[in-house]
Structures are given as C-alpha cells and as structure tokens.
C-alpha cells in the first residue's frame, strides 16, 4: 500500500463504433505515463446526442507515483496526452 494518495479522472471519449473498448485501452496505456496504475471502461453509450455510427466510451483512470504525490498539472498533461493520441489513432474525441 503507497502512502501517497491517488488521483482518479474520468474521460468519456467519443470514437467510431467500430474500436474496440480493448484498442482504445491500449492507446490510452500507451501515452498515459507510467504514474497510471488503474484503467477501466466503466460505460459505452450510443444513442441520443451521440452521432451515427459513433460511440462514447467512459473510462475511470487512477495514477499514482510511488515516491511523492502527484501535482494536478501533471495528471492533466497525461490526460492531454491520451487525449492527442485518441484524437491522433482513432479519430476520436472528448465528450463535452
């Protein structure tokens, strides 16, 4: 058990409904840094206020470092990451 707190983030993306929750995960793993230690899909929504054939998919991040306690500007620098990358692999979007 770390004495140091973490930080937990939600995000519900918006991508096409062909990606798989699994591939989007891996991204998400991939850019987030290694301070992310828990990632779960926790929704996946089609329907009113989402477009055709789009999806959006909620997903719960928990990051925690091992040494210190982590400073809000750098949790927000790795969802930005995941969000770039999202954007950049998968078309995909920030829910608003």
């Known amino acids: 058990v770390s004495k140091f707190p973490e930080v937990r983030r939600d ?9 798989s929750a699994g591939d ?3 991204t998400v793993r991939q850019n987030a840094g290694g301070q992310l230690i ?3 899909v926790f929704d ?8 055709n054939n ?3 998919v909620a997903l719960g991040l928990t990051f925690r470092d091992s040494s210190r306690t982590l400073e809000d500007s750098e ?3 790795a969802i ?3 969000v770039e990358a999202v954007k ?3 078309l995909g979007i920030l829910r608003g």
């Open 75 to 77: 949790v927000n620098d």
């Open 80 to 82: 930005s990451l995941i």
């Open 54 to 56: 789009r999806k959006s």
């Open 88 to 90: 950049k692999e998968h």
């Open 38 to 40: 828990d990632l779960k």
């Open 24 to 26: 989007l995960c891996h």
């Open 44 to 51: 996946v929504y089609q329907g009113k206020g989402i477009e």
């Open 11 to 19: 995000l519900a993306l918006i991508v096409d409904e062909a990606i």
